[in-house]
């Protein structure tokens, strides 16, 4: 790993205070790195830096609310934090929102399906476009998008989270052709089946997941990833979709 306190990572990640989101930034502060929270939420923001994050508030760690939609505030959160960390090298775009759960076709609203992609679509194209003047300043710059497999496949009642991160499996492709020829930015996603998140659980409505018939992804699965991703160590490693699935998209329908 590059990730030292000699030399740390300056990291900014959205979505941030929980989740995937809260378990990469204790990965990155574990390693030395400087970290950016954005949260949509002050209640949610306050619980992760009074809570897990408490001991990082050395100064190596800063929090602020911003809708990812809202390209005025993640444009000023990105500002802030370059002058916050000194610098911006390592951006994770976890933000997400799964909309109308369980609708279908008939019954989703067209004001949730646009939500659902300004947020999970839009608020990425956000973060990267806000980005970018501080990681093009930058040697090994990365970006790694949270995706889902529901990019790569589907089931009924997720019209809007099935596109969404359909788009961005397409995004993360383009991205990653045109930041490293232009500045040499790798760009990356992870693209998880289900994962033991407060929005997984709401989703599904269950308490816990201890007695899921089907295999379940920890966020530090996912952390851990993300950190190698935005390491030196993968610095061939560009435009790539990676599925954290338990293999389950590689099985053939044939019965056999």
Do not use: W
């Not at 790993?1 to 930034?25: C, E, F, K």
């Not at 589907?154 to 099935?162: D, E, F, H, S, T």
């Not at 920890?218 to 993968?234: D, H, R």
């Amino acid at each position: 790993m590059d990730l030292s306190r000699n030399n740390p990572r300056r990291v900014v990640i959205t979505g941030g205070a929980s989740g995937i989101g809260l378990a990469t930034a204790q990965a990155f502060l574990e390693e030395g790195a400087r970290a950016g929270i954005i949260s949509r939420s002050q209640q949610s923001l306050n619980q992760a830096l009074q809570g897990p994050l408490s001991k990082y508030l050395d100064g190596r760690c800063h929090g602020i609310v911003a809708d990812v939609a809202d390209e005025a505030a993640i444009a000023n959160a990105f500002k802030e934090f370059d002058a916050r960390l000194q610098g911006i090298d390592t951006v994770v775009a976890s933000a997400g929102i799964e909309g109308e759960i369980g609708n279908a076709v008939q019954d989703v609203t067209s004001r949730d399906f646009l939500r659902v992609l300004e947020v999970n679509v839009l608020g990425v194209f956000h973060a990267v476009k806000h980005s970018l003047p501080f990681l093009a300043k930058e040697q090994h710059a990365s970006i790694t998008i949270i995706g889902s497999d529901s990019g790569f496949v589907a089931v009924p009642g997720m019209l809007a989270y099935n596109a969404s991160k359909g788009a961005l499996v397409q995004l993360t492709r383009a991205l990653s052709f045109e930041l490293f020829e232009s500045h040499g930015i790798r760009v990356n996603s992870i693209c998880p089946s289900i994962v033991d998140t407060p929005m997984a659980r709401r989703g599904l409505g269950v308490d816990s997941f201890d007695d899921a018939e089907f295999p379940v992804n920890a966020p530090s699965n996912i952390a851990k990833t993300v950190i190698f991703l935005s390491s030196e160590g993968a610095r061939a490693i560009n435009g790539t979709n990676i599925l954290s699935d338990f293999g389950y998209s590689a099985r053939s329908s044939f019965p056999a």
